[in-house]
């Protein structure tokens, strides 16, 4: 496994979203997709990668359980941008009474995550 990023605050930029990367340890801090930024109150630790023998790009958040994976770059840093934004509209934007144990958890965990949200 390739680690794509290594230089600190590195960005990468496509189009509307951006998703600034951090360290050797490939720590996000911002996350832009289409009108909105969620800005983080601490570091989201991801890997970015390459798979060799597949022939794809990759970004992985433990957390949060993301894996997305693509052909180029800049798609799996869109489609990472979409996945973090899905589970903030459907876990912390619903009502708590809709949600299971398990999915307040989460919500509160991404509550606690970001620190504010700008369009």
Do not use: R, W
Not at 37 to 55: A, D, S, V
């Amino acid at each position: 496994m390739e680690v794509l990023t290594k230089t600190l605050a590195k960005v990468y930029q496509n189009n509307n979203q951006i998703i600034n990367f951090e360290d050797k340890e490939t720590l996000v801090t911002k996350i832009k997709i289409d009108y909105f930024t969620y800005y983080l109150k601490k570091k989201l630790k991801c890997t970015l990668g390459y798979n060799e023998n597949e022939k794809f790009y990759y970004i992985e958040n433990e957390e949060f359980s993301i894996f997305v994976f693509g052909t180029a770059k800049e798609e799996v840093i869109k489609d990472f941008a979409k996945m973090f934004d899905s589970l903030y509209k459907n876990f912390v934007v619903v009502s708590d009474t809709e949600l299971s144990a398990g999915a307040i958890k989460l919500k509160i965990k991404l509550i606690e995550l970001i620190d504010y949200i700008t369009l």
